[in-house]
């Protein structure tokens, strides 16, 4: 069974044969997986009124466990936005009462962002529905499949 990268990779072997053009199999299916993938979780993130870049976070406030703060560049550090995409996160999440920013008690000059009552309970019923989103997107692997895919997209970086 031929996909779209297969017929790219056609036409580029009649139009260019002397290019190894290998690569774009594994880096356009990556590509259009993640597309896919990003729509299917945006899906499930917008019944809880989140999009991805909220729901990371939320949760990474919540995983790192009561009292569920964090410092900005922690908090960076740990979710899947970048630093200069924080503040503007948190603008959001704070106007809806998700988190709220106050004064270091360690650090004066720093910020220590804490995950509302509010906050956790919704990040609290989004994560299921979440991971369930997971699970049905990864169906057609088998477990083996899955540990590989893991291991093997580690070793790219991801």
């Not at 919540?62 to 995409?85: E, F, H, I, N, Q």
């Not at 503007?88 to 999440?93: D, E, I, P, S």
């Not at 962002?113 to 994560?127: F, I, K, P, S, Y």
Request: charged letters at 25%.
């Amino acid at each position: 069974m031929s996909d779209h990268v297969d017929n790219v990779l056609a036409q580029w072997a009649a139009e260019r044969p002397d290019l190894d053009v290998s690569p774009m199999a594994v880096l356009g299916r990556l590509s259009r997986a993640s597309r896919r993938l990003d729509s299917e979780l945006a899906q499930t993130f917008a019944t809880h009124n989140l999009d991805a870049a909220g729901f990371d976070v939320l949760a990474t406030l919540r995983r790192a466990g009561a009292p569920y703060a964090l410092s900005p560049k922690d908090l960076a550090a740990g979710a899947m936005v970048t630093s200069a995409a924080v503040a503007q996160r948190l603008n959001k999440l704070e106007a809806r009462g998700l988190v709220e920013r106050s004064r270091n008690d360690d650090d004066g000059r720093s910020t220590r962002v804490t995950l509302t009552e509010t906050g956790r309970q919704l990040v609290d019923a989004a994560l299921p529905d979440h991971v369930a989103t997971e699970h049905r997107l990864l169906e057609p692997l088998t477990g083996v499949e899955r540990q590989t895919l893991a291991k093997l997209l580690a070793k790219l970086g991801g």
